[in-house]
């Protein structure tokens, strides 16, 4: 049985959870096993009918806990997994996944293979996914470079793993198996389990367009050159109605709050429009604006990284460049007016 | 991205300081069709330029380097981006104090402005220096900081405006064609550029490119480490860039230098770090830019004590943080100077390299007047690229001078200090013999030299009463009183030299008779068999060699002149030879010993071991011929650089033990002794008046003003005559003198003994200044054993250009009398030279 | 209080990857080491903790042993003492690698008493597994919060804040504890010169380890498929003005 863990918002699967939902189900193809779900939480039978996975069993675990508390999330995951003899656990390699993953690698001791990318089970696959290594290859440097990894059998226990976003799944598609049967988990979380949990959620200050939710993103780099260069971008973010961002050096240097960095060790964005000003562009940084529908560069340097990453290039300094679009747009809108 | 033009008149590869600036200067210059490439985004390419620290100190012992740093300073104030902030050398050892003393002398002779400052002079002008940990300071307020990137964009964009330039960024370079030994085009990875000139601009990565055309250009990058630490809290409150003056802590090998908010502290004290030319990261592979290599602590950490210590309240602010730190990439040369000028190897191939960016701008403007006009206005023949032997431009000669000298940056360097590593490439064929008779080796281009003989040591006993003990440490440091016991051996007896390190060039062909005579001063239209001194000029009348040429057939001639020199003489015969073939110059060096023996009873000597007449009538002075000494042919020269009677024998390598044995065997009873370059090369000649090219000829100096002017200028053409006729129509504006320490009724303790540079004054402490401006100095000392006193050789206005004058050299901060001996070109010792001529 | 902070050297990557010629590591050559930004907040976190509430801080890597550079960093910052888990050089997993210093920390537990807290970055930059912390936090049966962005002491607890889907997600859990923390729960100092100076004066300790098999093993590493999108030229300079608008209309972004 290969085991797949379903987030869900609220009773919405997330796109990641559903990807991992397929690409369990591909592996259960490829091995000729069955596809059980799990999905936790109040919501977790929405989840589970939105999703409508092609599994033989869906386990809702948890129906009267609130709150997040990854280790009882994991202890679900465990039960399950333990009762069904799983030969592999999925989850998706999202921040809570991966948590949840790590908490049921912590209490069963078993290895686990975070932000997969492929997965070729069968290199030496026996029944039920064989004796030796399983091939992945899994992100590193969140995903500016590829790894190739073998991940060893768990000795009659699952191999554990999460899926990144993108993720190529090891087989066909699984084709539904009627209605999966939705049974409760049954897992009570003890004492242990809720030590630590979600309190109260409060709202971040701070106003306008959070960088997650804008359609475009005029974001600032060393070449903005102090936190007085910032208003430029403003100006144009507050006319486009969308936010500002920033790369790492620009937090580091005290420009601009952690908040608005975009990045590895920032917030990741998915913007229509990604206007990178002054930025060179470090694999860092890259892998937090790459999903962006588009990006516009504008930079002094025609040899900086981003110059060769971006959709749309300006040459030039963005003092200059970034006063004539405001104007432009000004008079561009004055005319429609 | 726009691509590589299809043509260009010159061009320059690299966008740095020197590029931008050379392509300004050519422009300036008249030149057009210039295309700048570099393979960086423009203005900031990633060279060394964009890490440069910016600062420049007025003061450098070397002349040229201090010329071309002058020159910088004038043109980076007319760009507008000059700071003057002021520089201070402290000194933390009495040690330093006499080198910042022997600065005020050297400064005082170049025209610079420096004064020695107390530690409460110090406290005043810079407040966050420890006073307590030093003992005084040399400032230097003419100090500054430039803003170097946005000098070079000025002077590219002027370049461009004018229509003289296009500028590509972003493209690399990828090969150099040469056809026939010329250069024809440069691939790039954008297209290939004909042009018959290319300039490399490249700082560090100059030896890479120079390699894609087959030349060399001997240059190594090695760490500069920088850090940057701020914010200062005492510096919240100060406009601009820097509001103190540059601090340079000598005695530990760093700098500190505000810039705005921050302390840059470099450091010249970490263990030499070489990279190899080919392991500069690409701009993509590199975390800042190429060359801005990652920091490594463990090297710096040892010195943080050091700052901590000079500065304890200011860098030791526990809000302020090492926000930036590198090891950045400089340039280091085997002599530590630049390397400028023509490819010997590959024609049309120039270089620009190896300049920081004190010298920059001076040194394009050198290269571009010397592409236009064929000469600087500067003499810059010490950064010539042409100036290295074959083996100095070894990777391994240049690593290992580079790792010995980087920890010199800031040292206190004699002027006569030998290199440890990298010793004994060239060895003369009498090696073995000199030393087993205990030589000290001086190097010259590669070639140890005797200095002096350790077998000489009972000598000083014998002459006690005429030898000059040195008092001061610095003055008889790299000396030895042997050297004045064998000048007075060789004035009495005679001496053996071994001048194996002469480098000597046979020029021939039907062309080679014309082809020096349009070359030399002196006429070589002579009878087979003599030999004639004779100096060479530039079209300016500017000195570019001096040497000896034996006419050895009706077109054979063996051209003789020094190791120093010798590749630089070579590469002007090549020149200035006719590309027809009529003429060609063969380098003999290596086949040629050449042993020295002088001495009145030099004649004794070799007649012992040679039956053919020797005599004045037979054999006479100025002239040259084969003669058998035993089973070897040995062409004997009778000429003298040390006023004695005597021959230079040239004899096949594999021969030269041979003679040497048979003349040392022979000397035995007439007082022969093995005598070092300390005599041959200082003591003799300067007593007898001659000039040392380099020292007291330069190409500042003319014919006239060495005393060198021969009665009648010939009637043939040759390079710089008609300067010559021009200048021998005026009075000179100095004479190059001689001068004597006057010693007489001072305490022996206290007696100083100039060894070269020091400032010439007058009586009241004025400097003498001719009118050309220029300052008098001394060119040339050394001890004089024969007349009893310490000589000085200087360029002299013509009111002090008078013998019994009076004059102070200063020296060390202290003045002693110096009185002039001789007036224009003479000698003290022997003036009618009845010795060489008996 | 105590507090023990974890950290993991890599190499300093800049512009562009570029991997060993056998294709197991990062070519480091042209490339310096660091910790990556989580685990510098960590240390400034724990700096300031100690700092404001006396006790002692400690700093402890698995690595080879030039990892001391790091540790040495660490110390500038204002840590009090290292510990240098020193291997071969080898890549070392996660699971491994939690084994190693649970070993640790139960040994230095038992000579200076329990950490109150001990902080590791949410992940590592360069392997990005996210579990050494919890492994270590099951392990020492501690409750662990990952992802902290803000972080409070008080007498027996810590209250530990996060970015949710929907807001900051507030944790309040016992000491002792871990939490692995996010860059953006402070702004890490550079090292005064006082403090690098200092830190070579600092007890650094070193223990070799031979870390066990992971289960999960590193056979090879790749560049990704380039994601060049080809940038189109918009000009050059504020000529480009009219074409960014044009752009911006294009794409519907125009609409207020």
Known sequence: MILAFLEHDAGTPT???????????????????????????????????????????????????????PRAWAHVLADVAGAGGAVAVVAPGSERGNEVMAHLAAMTDLPLATNCVALDPVAEAGPAGGDGPWRLTRNRWAGS????????????????????????????????????????????????????????????????????????????????????????????????????????????????????????????????????????????????????????????????????????????????????????????????? | MSGAPADASTVIIGAGIVGNGLAWHLAQLGETGIVLVDKGPLPNPGGSTGHASNFLFPFEHSRMMLSLTADSVVQYKALGVFTESGGIEVARTETRMQELRRKVSTARAWGVDCHLLSPEDIKKLVPYVNDELIVGGLSFPTTGVVDSLRAGTIMRERAQAIGALEVVGNVEVQGIDVVDGRVRAVRTDTGTIRTERVVVCCGVWSPRIARMAGAHIPLTPAVHQMVSVGPIGLFAGTEGEISYPIIRDVDTFMYERQHGADMEVGSYAHRPILVEPDDIPSIAESALSPTEMPFTSEDFDPQLADALDLMPELLGDEAAGVRYAINGLISLTPDGHPILGPSPEVGGLWSAAASWIKEAPGIARAVAEWMVAGRPELDVHEADLARFHPHQRTRAHVASRAREAFNKTYGIVHPSEQWVEGRGARRSPVHARTEALGAVYFETAGWERPQWYASNEALVDRYAERIVTRPAEWDARWYSPIVEAEHLAMRDGAGLVDLGAFCVFDVSGPGALAALERIAVARLDVPVGRVVYTPFLDEAGGMRADLTVMRLGTSSFRVVTGAGVGMLDRQWLLDHLDRDGSAQLADVTSGWATIGLWGPRARDVLSAVCAEDLS???????????????????????????????????????????????????????????????????????????????????????????????????HTDFVGRTAHLAERSRPPAARLCTLALDYTGTDPGSRRYPLGQEAILTEDGEPLVDAKGRRSYVTSAGAGPSVGSHLLLAYLPPSASVTGTRLVVECMGERYPVRVVVEGNGAVFDPTNQRMRS | MRVLVGIKRVPAVGGRIVLSADGTAIDTRFLGSTTGPHEECAVEEAVRLVAARGGESVVVTLGPPESEEQLRYALSIGIDRAVLLETAGQEVGPRATAAELVGAIRDLEGNGGPFDLVMFGNEAPDSGDFQVGVRVAEALARPCVTGVKALEVGDGEVVARRDGGRGMEIYRVATPAVVTVREGLNLPRYPSLPGRLGAKRKPLERRTVEPGADGLRSVGLRLPDPDGRGAVSLGSGAEAAPAVVELLDELGLLAR
């Open chain 2, 616 to 714: 004045h009538a037979g054999f006479p002075y100025g002239t040259c011929r084969v003669i058998e000494v035993g089973d070897s042919e040995v062409l004997a020269s009778r000429i003298s650089y040390v006023g004695e009677l005597g021959w230079e024998l040239y004899v096949p390598a594999e021969a030269a033990t041979a003679l040497w044995d048979r003349l040392a065997g022979a000397g035995a009873p007439h007082g022969l002794v093995p005598v070092g370059i300390g005599v041959y090369g200082t003591t003799a000649r300067i007593e007898k008046g001659y000039r040392s090219f380099g020292h007291d000829l330069t190409p500042e100096y003319t014919l006239c003003e060495a005393g060198l002017e021969r009665r009648a200028v010939k």
């Open chain 1, 145 to 337: 470079l590829l790894e190739d990894a073998e991940l060893d059998p768990g000795q009659g226990r699952p191999r554990l793993l999460t899926v990144a976003l993108g993720a190529r799944p090891p087989g066909a598609g699984r084709q539904p198996v009627g209605a999966p049967a939705i049974r409760p988990a049954g897992t009570v979380a003890d004492d242990t389990d809720l030590a630590v949990a979600v309190g109260d959620v409060v709202q971040p200050e701070g106003s306008g367009v959070s960088l997650t939710d804008a359609r475009v993103i005029v974001s600032g780099g060393r070449g903005v050159g102090g936190e007085d260069g910032f208003a430029l971008l403003e100006q144009l973010a507050s006319l486009l109605g969308g936010a500002v961002g920033c790369s790492r050096v620009v937090t580091s240097e005290g420009w601009r709050p952690h908040r608005d960095q975009v990045g590895q060790t920032g917030t990741r964005v998915s913007p229509e429009l990604y206007i990178a000003c002054g930025i060179s562009g470090a694999i860092q940084h890259m892998v937090g604006c790459k999903g962006a529908k588009r990006i516009l560069a504008i930079n002094t340097d025609p040899d900086a990284p981003i110059m060769g990453k971006a959709d749309y290039a300006v040459l030039g300094d963005l003092h200059d460049v970034l006063p004539a679009i405001v104007a432009e747009l000004r008079r561009a809108r004055g005319a429609a007016d």
């Open chain 1, 15 to 69: 796109q990641l959870g559903a990807e991992t939902i397929g690409f369990a189900g591909a592996l259960a193809d490829r091995l000729d096993q069955a596809l059980e779900v799990v999905a936790v939480g109040p919501e977790a039978e929405k989840a589970a009918a939105a999703a409508a996975p092609p599994a033989e069993v869906v386990h809702l675990g948890l129906g009267g806990l609130g709150t997040y508390a």
